[in-house]
Nanobody, 120 residues
């Protein structure tokens, strides 16, 4: 049974930082492409950052140089370090995993329930 559980969301002032975590069970992270998506009401889910099984990261332009995706293969946990947060970063953030290298495409097989990030 595959499970992805996000944590670390919250409320922060613009310019602040947050670190999201995604604890994964039921699959080995180092064999999967894993990613972070975000969604606001009425909008499509947007790919934010992905890291493939070789550890190569991909970022959407809006977060490049502000966000960093990483993973700990021992803890089987995915992270998203978010710095210099902007009002537009407010969203529900989801982690996702798939055996294919989907990068920021939306059709990942496994998804978490999400954690809310609010920037004011």
């Amino acid at each position: 049974h595959v499970q992805l559980v996000e944590s670390g969301g919250g409320s922060v002032q613009a310019g602040g930082s947050l670190r999201l975590s995604c604890e994964v069970s039921g699959l080995a992270l180092n064999n999967y492409c894993v990613s972070w998506f975000r969604q606001t009401p009425g909008k499509e889910r947007e790919g934010v950052a992905a890291i493939d099984r070789n550890g190569y990261p991909t970022y959407t332009y809006a977060v490049k140089d502000r966000f960093t995706i990483s993973r700990d293969n021992v803890k089987n946990t995915l992270y998203l370090e978010m710095n210099n947060l902007e009002l537009e970063d407010t969203a529900m953030y989801f982690c996702a995993a798939d055996s294919f290298n989907l990068q920021l495409a939306r059709h990942y097989k496994y998804w978490g329930q999400g954690t809310q990030v609010t920037v004011s």
